[in-house]
Structure formats: structure tokens, C-alpha cells
């Protein structure tokens, strides 16, 4: 036990001791958080619904299922987000993570991009995501043209 600790240390704590694979996302990812910053991360749909424990983990961990919601659904992969009770910390369930992996590593290469994307609002950074997941979806050519396109020297 942590005494005199924010309660998210002890949460992030539980979930790094966790054998699922959290990966963080969001400002925190990006760098663009403030002090008031909520902790973001994904993990793989499967894990959720292949009878690994995870349901069972989050419940137990002090999480609920906030929505599953039909505007995140689509391109940006996220079927589900689940939010602790204490702790500012969210945990997004995706269609696929290696996909969301590949686009986060990709839109934080380029420094500029990522001060860029810290001055977007949510729904500019979504259509960002959507641009970006397309791209990859569509195949490497693509992708490749993508990360060109968005580290030009604009």
C-alpha cells in the first residue's frame, strides 16, 4: 500500500502489474498534458472478450464501463471506454491495437506535429486519428504518403 499518494499512482501501479498490455495514449502519450491531465490507455478488444480476465481486472481494479460509444465506433477503433471511480484514468477497448500502435508512433515522430496537435480541439485531433488510421488501414504505401504528408514543413 502507498500512503499519501495521488490515488492514479496506485491505479497505474495495478496496471503495469497487470499481465495485460495497457498502452498509454492521449496527452500524456503526445506530451501536450497539463497537471490536470487524465491518464489514457488502450488495450486490445480481444483481451476483453476472449475470456482472459480482463473484464474481471477492471471491475476488480475500481473501473466501470462509462460507454460504449457509437461516435468513437468507426475508423478510430475504440469500442468501449472504461473509466476508474477514484482516479483519473481511462482505459479505451480497440479493434485493434497494433493499428492504434503503428498511428501514435507514427503522429509523434515529428515534434511539430505533436505541438500542432496539442492546440487542436478533441474533435480536430479525431479527424486527425481518422485520416491517419484510414491511411494505415489502406495499406504501407499509404501510410508511408501520410507520414510524409503530415511532417511537411507547413
Not at 98 to 120: E, P
Not at 134 to 153: H, K, N, Q
Request: glycine share 8%; charged share 20%; proline share 3%.
Amino acid at each position: 500500500m502507498l500512503i499519501n499518494t495521488p490515488r492514479y499512482v496506485e491505479v497505474l501501479a495495478e496496471l503495469a502489474n497487470s499481465s495485460f498490455e495497457f498502452h498509454l495514449t492521449g496527452s500524456r502519450f503526445f506530451g501536450y498534458y497539463n497537471p490536470e491531465s487524465d491518464w489514457d490507455f488502450f488495450v486490445e478488444a480481444q483481451a476483453l472478450y476472449g475470456g482472459s480476465g480482463l473484464l474481471d481486472f477492471l471491475q476488480d481494479a475500481g473501473f466501470y464501463l462509462e460507454s460504449s460509444p457509437v461516435d468513437y465506433r468507426g475508423m478510430t477503433g475504440i469500442t468501449q471506454i472504461w473509466k476508474h471511480g477514484y482516479a483519473p484514468v481511462h482505459i479505451q477497448v480497440v479493434e485493434d491495437a497494433k493499428a492504434k500502435v503503428n498511428v501514435q508512433c507514427t503522429l509523434n515522430s515529428d515534434s511539430r506535429l505533436v505541438t500542432q496537435m496539442g492546440k487542436l480541439s478533441k474533435e480536430g485531433r479525431k479527424a486527425l486519428w481518422n485520416a491517419a488510421l484510414a491511411s494505415f488501414s489502406a495499406g504501407e504505401e499509404r501510410g508511408i504518403r501520410l507520414t510524409r504528408f503530415l511532417t511537411w514543413p507547413w
